[in-house]
């Protein structure tokens, strides 16, 4: 069993930063053998992928976040994270982690079906 638990999250104005962290309940070994991602879910929309790592490190990232969002992770403490920049309004959404989902080419990554573990999510608010 993987447990996810989030955290900083929290309100901020447009153009502002905030660094979301993920930290896994899970043996250091199984860990770096899983694929991550973020995922956010905005009220009255479905979850869509924020962006993804894999376990050699490449990345993939949805196309509305590109150039302002970062992800990475740190095997060795088992957590994962999402540097935001210029966040925009309509980057206001719970944010969740998952672990355990697909290969990053072909972007089936984006189907939050496909991820077997989730975090309980963190609340991104961005005002304008």
């Known amino acids: 069993q993987v447990q996810l638990v989030e955290s900083g999250g929290g309100s901020v104005q447009a153009g502002g930063s905030l660094r979301l962290s993920c930290v896994a309940s899970i043996y250091t070994y199984t860990y770096s053998s899983y694929r991550m991602a973020w995922f956010r879910q905005a009220p009255g929309k479905e979850r869509e992928g924020v962006a993804a790592?894999?376990?050699?490190?490449?990345?993939s990232y949805a196309d509305s976040v590109k150039g302002r969002f970062t992800i990475s992770r740190d095997n060795a403490i088992k957590t994962l994270y999402l540097q935001m920049n210029s966040l925009k309004p309509e980057d206001t959404a719970m944010y969740y982690c998952a672990a355990g989902g697909p290969r990053l080419s072909g972007g089936s990554w984006f189907s939050s079906a496909l991820w077997h573990y989730w975090g309980q999510g963190t609340q991104v608010t961005v005002s304008s």
């Open positions: 790592i894999d376990k050699d490190g490449s990345t």
